[in-house]
């Protein structure tokens, strides 16, 4: 069992940065793949990005690519998504995902554990 909990969400201008964490429990975290996804107010939830066990292979929504930056620290059992030149329509929950495989995936149907979400409002 994994729990995940995020923080950093919050109220940016337009073309502000923030940084959005992931603390996830358990030993065996540097085992699992992670996602980051979003879910705006009426709509599905998409995939952000994605990282792999080890960090050295990332994959990103068309998007979002350029502008945020996945990493993680398997010492801290903790997933990074760096959002800069942040617009209004990346206003949404953005939920932390893990799944029991190596590699990330870009669907939902994919990862098992998610959290509960942080909200992202990005004003114009």
């Known amino acids: 069992q994994v729990q995940l909990v995020e923080s950093g969400g919050g109220l940016v201008q337009a073309g502000g940065s923030l940084r959005l964490s992931c603390a996830a429990s358990?030993?065996?975290?540097?085992?699992?793949?992670m996602g980051w996804f979003r879910q705006a107010p009426g709509t599905e939830r998409e995939f952000v990005a994605g990282i792999n066990w080890s960090g050295d292979s990332t994959d990103y929504a068309d998007s979002v690519k350029g502008r945020f930056t996945i990493s993680r620290d398997n010492a801290k059992n903790t997933v990074y998504l760096q959002m800069n030149s942040l617009k209004p329509e990346d206003t949404a929950v953005y939920y932390c995902a893990a799944r029991n495989y190596r590699g990330s995936a870009t669907i939902v149907a994919a990862y098992i554990y998610w959290g509960q979400g942080t909200q992202v409002t990005v004003s114009s």
């Open positions: 358990g030993r065996t975290f540097n085992s699992y793949g």
